[in-house]
């Protein structure tokens, strides 16, 4: 079955910075397009990033644009999101997406979530 | 930018009950439109796409409608387990972009 495993969250102060990783299982990673994902507490979704299954074409959330790096190595089966110049305002649970089966871009599977504090 | 707008922010059903909730769009998104379901300490899980399609093993009971700027998600007898949150979400192909609305809570009456 297809699963999905976020870590690397934690706490870290403002202005520094943080690799989330998402490990897949269960499909042919290689062969799907991966979103990253955040709500930040008690609020609802944001979609931050976008990765092509090939890795070559990346978009982002312009809340995110030059601060958050996506990327995947998919001999290791895994997603990753850099983060840089942390602020409190990204605060949040992050979740790692996989590109459905449908024939378009919506998501069939999410990880669980991984929490990113950014506090002094 | 396309905002989703979803209504009402709550809504106090009683189980058994009809539930219908609205999502609408700034600008049309034809039919780019899918449904999550949100619970408690839990990942979102794809209910709807392409606005009226459901997702693999979603029950009957979840219907989706809509095009243009109009959707509605309406559950038709709800049960216990379909107390939470909901989410719709514009999706462009290319870019692959997403929009979400801001959710419906769906609590017991």
């Known amino acids: 079955q297809v699963q999905l495993v976020e870590s690397g969250g934690g706490v870290v102060q403002p202005g520094g910075s943080l690799t989330l990783s998402c490990v897949a299982s269960g499909f042919t990673f290689s062969g799907y397009g991966m979103h990253w994902v955040r709500q930040a507490p008690g609020k609802g979704l944001e979609w931050v990033a976008f990765i092509q299954y090939t890795g070559v074409s990346k978009y982002y959330a312009d809340s995110v644009k030059g601060r958050f790096t996506i990327s995947r190595d998919n001999s290791k089966n895994t997603l990753y999101l850099q983060m840089n110049s942390l602020r409190a305002e990204d605060t949040a649970v992050f979740y790692c997406?996989?590109?459905?089966?449908?024939?378009?871009?919506?998501?069939?599977?999410w990880g669980q979530g991984t929490l990113v504090t950014v506090s002094s | 930018e396309i905002v989703m707008t979803q209504s009402p922010a709550t809504l106090s059903v009683s189980p058994g009950e009809r539930a219908t909730l609205s999502c609408r769009a700034s600008q049309s998104v034809s039919s780019n439109l899918a449904w999550f379901q949100q619970k408690r300490g839990q990942a979102p899980r794809l209910l709807i796409y392409?606005?009226?399609t459901r997702a693999t093993d979603i029950p009957v009971r979840f219907s989706g409608s809509g095009s243009g700027t109009e959707f509605t998600l309406t559950i038709s007898s709800l049960q216990s387990e379909d107390f939470a949150v909901y989410y719709c979400?514009?999706?462009?192909?290319?870019?692959?972009?997403?929009?979400f609305g801001q959710g419906t809570k769906v609590e017991i009456k």
């Open positions: 997406a996989k590109d459905s089966d449908y024939g378009v871009k919506v998501a069939d599977y």
């Open positions: 392409g606005a009226s």
């Open positions: 979400q514009y999706y462009n192909n290319w870019p692959p972009t997403w929009t």
